[in-house]
């Protein structure tokens, strides 16, 4: 089992940015998918974005699509998802989740291994 580790949560006016960091201990991410989801109290997992191992084909819900961007950094072996245009509805927490999978990712899809979550909150 993985050691999955999501960062870069924060409060944040509409409108600004946020970037969070999904890392995992002893492997490479270049070899998993990785998925962002995020969840609000009373409410059901979202899926929000998922970046495919290897080929790096990505997929986004539509209601991040054109604001969120998921990309892997390579050199520190973390998965980014680059949040803009952030708005109240943002409001969540973040989990990173990492499965082995080698096909293209889908959010609609149980990950193997996932990270304890790190608070976005989007408030004026």
């Known amino acids: 089992q993985l050691r999955v580790v999501e960062s870069g949560g924060d409060l944040v006016q509409p409108g600004g940015s946020l970037r969070l960091s999904c890392a995992a201990s002893?492997?490479?991410?270049?070899?998993?998918?990785v998925g962002w989801f995020r969840q609000v109290p009373g409410k059901e997992r979202e899926g929000v974005s998922c970046?495919?191992?290897?080929?790096?084909?990505?997929s986004y819900a539509d209601s991040v699509k054109g604001r969120f961007t998921i990309s892997r950094d390579g050199a520190k072996n973390t998965v980014l998802l680059q949040m803009n245009s952030l708005k109240p509805e943002d409001t969540a927490v973040y989990y990173c989740?990492?499965?082995?999978?080698?096909?293209?990712?889908?959010?609609?899809?149980?990950?193997?291994?996932w990270g304890q979550g790190t608070q976005v909150t989007v408030s004026g």
């Open positions: 970046i495919s191992s290897m080929t790096g084909r990505t």
């Open positions: 002893g492997v490479s991410l270049d070899y998993y998918a």
């Open positions: 989740a990492v499965d082995g999978i080698q096909a293209p990712c889908v959010l609609d899809y149980p990950y193997d291994d």
